[in-house]
Nanobody
């Protein structure tokens, strides 16, 4: 059973920093299958940062230059370093892992961790 567990969310003042962690178990870890998404109340879930299939990184325009996605293959972990946080970053953040097979792909999600940025 694939399981993803996020941690590191919390309350922070605007301009502050947080580092989110995601631990993956139950599946062979592949760094280029990982990504972070977020969902604020009343809004659709949106991409924050991902690794592409080629191993490069992709960021939402709203976070580029402030957030950094990284991973540790040895620990089956993926991280999201968030700097210069803004109130608009307030959301539940979700870790995603995509698995591939002969019939296509399947996405697995963590339970989410809440990030609240006060002004």
């Amino acid at each position: 059973q694939v399981q993803l567990v996020e941690s590191g969310g919390g309350l922070v003042q605007a301009g502050g920093s947080l580092r989110l962690s995601c631990a993956v178990s139950g599946s062979i870890f592949s760094i280029n299958a990982m990504g972070w998404y977020r969902q604020a109340p009343g809004k659709q879930r949106e991409l924050v940062a991902t690794f592409t299939s080629s191993g490069s990184t992709n960021y939402a325009a709203s976070v580029k230059g402030r957030f950094t996605i990284s991973g540790d293959n040895a620990k089956n972990m993926v991280y999201l370093q968030m700097n210069s946080l803004k109130p608009e970053d307030t959301a539940a953040y979700y870790c995603k892992h995509r698995t591939y097979g002969s019939s296509g792909y399947k996405d697995y999600w963590g339970q989410g961790t809440q990030v609240t940025v006060s002004s």
